[in-house]
């Protein structure tokens, strides 16, 4: 099956700092790709919807400047959380549709702990 | 919000049939009902998606009702790595994907 892959894994940064999550669709092309924050014993919440070579779509109640997605290219979607605290700690999730497939495919997640 | 309810968890035997049952009442006609599932502090894994006719794959079987407000995922033979949350999910092709609270399903040995 597809592949989409994150980068980092896990990441620990101090209050304040920023930091940036790659998601990358291996082995296709992906037009849309989503991103999800998950806290835990709760389920995935959309966070924006990622669209290359344009601005992405956040949902509501989502700050656009605090998260900053750019979609430079067909398989490279990137998350930036901007001046990070430690409430941003969570679990992000980034997926990838296939431009002409209905399955979307899901990054393995990548551990966001702000100290 | 979600389109679909879902029990919160459901326990199962190693070896038997596992039957996910999902409601989705308010489905339009263009929409596909999918399953995921996601592992404990891994990302949501595609199982199988269906429109109105019964779908089989490797992982499992779906079965859709003829007026399809309601579905149910049958994973065949449940092993303890299918432990995880399931999630039963409608959407037209080009929608996102949102999820709801999904099922725990436990696998007992």
């Known amino acids: 099956g597809a592949v989409v892959s994150q980068h980092p894994s896990w990441v620990i940064c101090k209050s304040g700092t920023s930091v940036k999550i790659e998601c990358r669709s291996l082995?296709?092309?992906?037009?849309?790709m989503f991103w999800y924050r998950q806290f835990p014993k709760q389920s995935l919440m959309l966070m924006a919807t990622s669209n290359e070579g344009s601005k992405a779509t956040y949902e509501q109640g989502v700050e656009k400047d605090k998260f900053l997605i750019n979609h430079a290219s067909l398989t490279l979607s990137t998350l930036t959380v901007t001046s990070a605290h430690p409430e941003d700690s969570s679990f992000y999730i980034c997926?990838?549709?296939?431009?002409?497939?209905?399955?979307?495919?899901f990054g393995q997640g990548t551990r966001l702990t702000v100290v | 919000d979600a389109k679909t309810t879902q029990p919160p968890s459901m326990d199962c035997a190693e070896g038997r049939a596992a039957n996910l049952p999902c409601n989705h009442s308010?489905?339009?006609?263009?929409?596909?009902v999918y399953w995921y599932r996601q592992i404990h502090s891994q990302g949501p894994q595609y199982i199988i998606h269906g429109l109105k006719n019964n779908e089989t794959n490797e992982m499992a079987s779906l079965i859709i009702t003829e007026d399809r407000k309601s579905s149910t995922l049958i994973l065949p033979h449940a092993t303890l790595r299918d432990t995880a949350v399931y999630y039963c999910i409608v959407r037209a092709r080009d929608d996102k994907i949102i999820f709801g609270k999904g099922t725990r399903l436990h696998i007992l040995p």
């Open positions: 308010t489905i339009s006609g263009n929409e596909y």
């Open positions: 997926s990838a549709r296939k431009n002409w497939g209905f399955e979307a495919f």
């Open positions: 082995d296709f092309q992906a037009t849309t």
